[in-house]
């Protein structure tokens, strides 16, 4: 990136066993992508996300990922913590999903049925963390509602 206006950075984890680098690239310059532009109104980035894991039984792998933002400059550190915020809330929703609708234990194979699932789960999760009417964890909401009609209609019309 020789004369290009751009940031780096940096960060080591090792926990786990294993060792995690992850180096993000930020660049500010997007002119170069021509009428790419026009389909991205506010296109002020591009990032690039380099993670190399290497686990102490010797094995390694690295992993690239691009991805454009409408974040004007080249705070590379700024950048890599809103890149990893985002994953923690999406890892936090798959984490809900699976703890509360074991949705990694589902075998649904044929057709859409899958992600048609999955979207009916995220809706429930969604009912279930909106409704403060009773203290219990999704779990016992999901009992709840199954048990109870008057609750499962007051889930479903507020």
């Known amino acids: 990136m020789k004369d290009v206006s751009h940031g780096v950075h940096e960060e080591f984890d090792a926990d786990h066993g294993r060792l995690d680098t992850r180096k993000v690239w930020v660049m500010d310059e997007v002119h170069w992508l021509g009428d790419l532009c026009q389909q991205w109104p506010g296109l002020a980035g591009v990032i690039a996300v380099e993670r190399k894991r290497e686990v102490l039984a010797g094995k390694s792998s690295v992993e690239r990922h691009y991805f454009i933002s409408s974040v004007a400059g080249t705070d590379a550190r700024a950048m890599a913590a809103a890149i990893r915020g985002h994953w923690a809330i999406e890892n936090k929703l798959h984490w809900q999903l699976d ?60």
Request: net charge positive.
């Open 99 to 158: 703890v509360s609708f074991r949705e990694d234990e589902r075998r649904i194979r044929k057709g859409y049925g899958a992600e048609n699932y999955s979207r009916l789960c995220r809706l429930t999760l969604n009912l279930l963390k909106r409704d403060r009417s009773i203290k219990n964890g999704i779990h016992g909401k999901r009992l709840k509602a199954g048990w109870d009609e008057h609750y499962l209609l007051r889930l479903l019309t507020t």
